[in-house]
């Protein structure tokens, strides 16, 4: 049983998902841990409640219901586009509220349409909060993963800047962070001679042999969540990305880049004189956006009351392009969130590319919402 009511308005709820075309779908509260802890961001991770089987398997209570869900799809070999709909408990460790609470949303898989995909999961997510709080002003804030990827390579850093800036995209703490060690880079953490020497020389079959000689000498082997051969990339990673000093003009680019927050009907023409003056190729993750934004106009959105701010990014490693949340006027509380995850379903095991796009409704929020 749960340990929590179910919100009086999730019937209704599941009628308005059923008359959007989407498909209801249960997942089990006990998940396989991994693709959890693979995927689905370091913020996740660190809230996950994880337990183990009998056999040693990691597992956890169920902390969202994107994976679940694709995972689902996969296992049961169900053929493409399809929508699902959810709504259930979901358990993670919480700084404020209940650890576990419920939430709902659509995941749409399948879909090439993807402009169109993409509108119509802010459109409902935006429709089904009027609906649930009438009256209220809603702020919807929207962000693209794919544009800022694009930026970053334009730039012509190295693979590993590329990839840790790309990492932290959406948390403005990390990524500052990473861009003053861009400007000023810091030396790294000194190791032993032995170490520095084979690192220095690029003997890497050395290095790897020393690293497991050391991890079998001090019992670290039998725990070690890395071999020694990744550990001995990531010394090298550090050792190269350590000497790597971006240029002034990259810098300052990538910092205009990122504070550009304006209305979404003025977005695309923004970015498209930011990349002429830059001299950066976005290629198709501005094609793409520009797409997006004419299939929200043609659905009736007020773009001129979305925000399109290019550093807003949401904390989950899976989202590949458009990046959305809806939010009360004046209140700090998310009350849904969610964008486009085209890699994930081929990283969970599909066999062929799966574009998907979704979003997810915090129920606790929407209820306290409704209480006011």
């Known amino acids: 049983m749960p340990l929590i009511n179910m919100p009086d308005f999730a019937a209704s709820l599941l009628a308005d998902f059923a008359a959007r075309g989407a498909t209801r779908v249960d997942t089990p509260v006990i998940q396989p841990a991994a693709p959890f802890l693979d995927m689905a961001g370091e913020d996740l991770r660190r809230r996950i409640f994880l337990t183990e089987s009998e056999t040693g398997e990691s597992l956890c209570l169920r902390p969202e219901f994107t994976i679940p869900v694709c995972l689902s799809h996969i296992e049961t070999a169900t053929g493409t586009p399809k929508r699902y709909a959810y709504l259930g408990e979901v358990f993670r460790q919480r700084r404020e509220g209940a650890n576990e609470f419920y939430q709902a949303g659509i995941e749409d898989l399948g879909e090439t349409a993807t402009a169109r995909a993409d509108a119509r999961a802010v459109s409902d997510a935006v429709g089904i909060l009027a609906q649930l709080l009438p009256g209220r002003v809603l702020t919807i804030t929207l962000g693209d993963q794919a544009v800022f990827e694009a930026v970053v390579r334009a730039l012509g850093l190295p693979g590993g800047w590329q990839k840790r800036l790309i990492q932290a995209f959406g948390d403005s703490t990390h990524l500052n962070q990473l861009l003053e060690d861009l400007a000023s880079p810091k030396a790294v953490t000194a190791q032993s001679d032995e170490v520095e020497a084979l690192l220095a020389n690029g003997d890497d079959a050395a290095l790897v042999a020393l690293i497991a000689a050391r991890m079998e000498e001090t019992g670290y082997s039998s725990n070690a969540s890395r071999s ?71 659905l009736g959105l007020n773009l001129s009351g979305m925000t399109y701010r290019a550093a807003f990014g949401r904390p989950l490693d899976y989202y590949t392009g458009l990046v959305f949340e809806v939010a009360e006027q004046d209140a700090k509380a998310v009350l849904a969130g969610g964008g486009r ?23 606790d929020r929407i209820e306290t919402a409704r209480s006011r």
Do not use: Y
């Open 341 to 363: 995850f085209d890699r994930l379903l081929t990283l969970l095991g599909a066999q062929q590319p799966i574009p998907a796009v979704g979003f997810s409704l915090w129920l």
């Open 228 to 298: 020694p051969k990744e550990i001995a990339a990531r010394l090298k990673e550090n050792r190269a990305l350590a000497r790597t000093r971006l240029e002034g003009r990259a810098i300052l680019l990538l910092r205009e880049f990122l504070s550009l927050e304006l209305p979404l009907d003025e977005a695309a023409g923004a970015l498209a004189g930011f990349a002429d003056a830059a001299g950066l190729a976005l290629g198709s993750a501005l094609e793409h956006f520009e797409a997006r934004v004419a299939a929200m106009a043609r």
